[in-house]
């Protein structure tokens, strides 16, 4: 049998098996064919193949099995960019986590909020050497949400404008008639245009507030990853607000009380055991116990709802701090979407006994902690 064209064998590799009838007849090259397989191993798992009735099938080329041996074959077998395609959709699209115990990987990937979540699910499997770059994406990606977060949440705790002036450029605070004047210099009548090279703001009046406890009670199953991350940060922008007493507990099957390590959120997120079961009765409980002054306290618990314990329970404990004036929210999702997947029969339950149900992004969250505390 001839051997195909190598154009032709790159159609090939890019249709799969559905594009057969480009070849002719033709045979793969065994470098080709183990590519195919390499591709299959990888690509198979898209489940819109399914739908679209296209399927690949293996190729002419040894089977592959483990994501070790994937990614040996992947260095020798495809191009430099190729390659870092192929481990970027393995391990953000496809979720293949067990890829990130190989240190090149780790350093190639772009550090972004999907491969912190991936690296938080897959750091017990790391050696030290893979685990200390592994905190350095860690640390990259939290400062990044943390500068992002920051003035969003401290924006939310200040309350009218003051004449006095602000180094924070936000919209809401620009203050129009001082900054024509400071530039009326590079004022040009023919054109008919102001050039501003100054832009002023004013500063907001700091709100009155009495001391209030903030508890954030955080699922730490593998789904509410991303909530994890942004609880965290939202805790640390917190953290050194007046007149504001954080905690931040995680909880599974146990309760793990991290408020300690809130004002490191890098050292805080190294230490979350993602997976396992859930007890959410076992944690609100706790977080019942933290509680100083109920009127005066937020209970945020962040959570999908599949409650592994007593689901009676939950709703008991839950009712009991409403009754008592805490303000309590439940929240299937806290992050940049606000995207919620729950349990809604536990959900309707909590609500119906006056939780406040939703989903989050840290900034509402935080608008929510300033207009009950203000």
């Not at 245009?193 to 500063?203: D, G, M, S």
């Not at 009046?205 to 965290?232: E, K």
Request: negative net charge; glycine residues 8%; proline residues 4%.
């Amino acid at each position: 049998m001839t051997e195909l064209d190598p154009a032709l064998e790159r159609w090939r590799l890019i249709l799969g098996t559905p594009g057969s009838t480009v070849t002719g007849g033709a045979a793969m090259s065994d470098a080709g064919g183990r590519r195919d397989a390499a591709l299959d191993w990888l690509y198979e798992r898209d489940g819109d193949l399914d739908r679209r009735d296209i399927r690949r099938t293996g190729g002419d080329g040894p089977s592959i099995v483990h994501a070790v041996d994937w990614l040996d074959d992947i260095h020798r077998l495809f191009p430099k960019s190729t390659i870092e395609r192929l481990e970027r959709d393995a391990v953000q699209r496809f979720g293949l986590h067990e890829v990130l115990t190989d240190p090149g990987v780790l350093e190639r990937l772009e550090p972004n909020a999907e491969l912190l979540g991936a690296v938080l699910r897959t750091k017990h499997l790391m050696n030290p050497e893979v685990l200390r770059i592994a905190r350095r994406i860690v640390e990259q990606v939290v400062r990044d949400l943390m500068e992002r977060m920051a003035t969003e949440v401290r924006v939310c705790f200040t309350g009218t404008r003051s004449r006095r002036p602000s180094r924070i450029p936000r919209a809401a605070d620009f203050d129009f008639p001082k900054t024509v004047r400071a530039n009326l210099a590079h004022y040009r009548p023919e054109e008919n245009k102001l050039y501003v090279e100054t832009a002023h703001f004013r500063a907001r009046t700091r709100r009155n507030m009495d001391t209030w406890q903030v508890i954030l009670l955080v699922d730490q199953s593998g789904s509410m990853v991303n909530s994890v991350i942004h609880s965290a940060v939202t805790a640390a922008c917190l953290w050194n607000l007046p007149g504001i007493k954080t905690h931040l507990i995680a909880f599974d099957t146990d309760v793990v009380d991290l408020t300690r390590d809130v004002e490191d959120p890098v050292e805080l997120l190294m230490r979350v055991q993602l997976g396992g079961g859930t007890n959410i009765g076992r944690a609100l409980a706790y977080g019942a116990q933290l509680i100083e002054q109920p009127r005066r306290t937020i209970v945020a618990l962040i959570s999908d709802f599949y409650e592994g314990g007593d689901a009676t329970f939950l709703v008991r404990t839950a009712a009991n701090m409403v009754a008592e004036g805490v303000h309590v929210l439940g929240l299937a999702a806290l992050n940049e979407d606000a995207d919620p997947d729950y349990d809604r029969h536990t959900g309707q339950r909590l609500a119906d006994v006056g939780v406040h149900m939703g989903a989050m992004t840290p900034g509402e969250l935080a608008n929510f902690i300033a207009e009950k505390i203000g």
